[in-house]
């Protein structure tokens, strides 16, 4: 990927270069997830960051709503020195690294939104939830998926099935 600049207020777009990681994605009226893995378990911390660009697009007119849905990562520190995930909802980049920072939703003033993640010290894996509105306000967080096997009923994480493994009693 090539890196993300800004001059004279002009964003330079985003392009895959990577096929390990990053993508221009086209967010829809639905949440989608994005999952972003990047380091791995005991990598000893580096000088330079492990990184991965997406690109969020969504129809003229519209704002892109992305929701930190999960973030885990070996540090979580005041500003996010090992690992985590920048977004440019708007004009400030922020940046995430911390569980406390999940269920936060962040809605952009434009159809576009650029996302960084990144790691130098063991592995990080970011998932985020986006979709784009038109009144530039968040929706209600989605409910995870009912289930219903053997009379038994059960909720799960969006993006998750339960699924009977034990065969018959």
Known sequence: MRALSATRGEIIRI??????????????TSYQDLV?????????????????????????????????????????????????VEIKATKTLCRFCADEDEDLSLVSKTNRVPIMTFSRSGKTVIKLQYRYVTDGKPGPKPKPAVTQAAGYTFSTPPGFRCKDTMGPL
């Open 15 to 28: 392009q895959p270069e990577s096929p390990k990681c990053g993508a221009t994605l086209q967010a829809s």
């Open 36 to 84: 972003s893995e990047i380091g791995y378990e005991r990598k000893p911390e580096e000088a330079d960051f492990e990184l991965c660009y997406y690109w969020i697009e969504s129809p003229k007119n519209t704002q892109i709503e992305v929701r930190i849905d999960g973030i885990s990562g070996t540090y979580a520190s005041g500003g996010c020195p090992f690992g985590g």
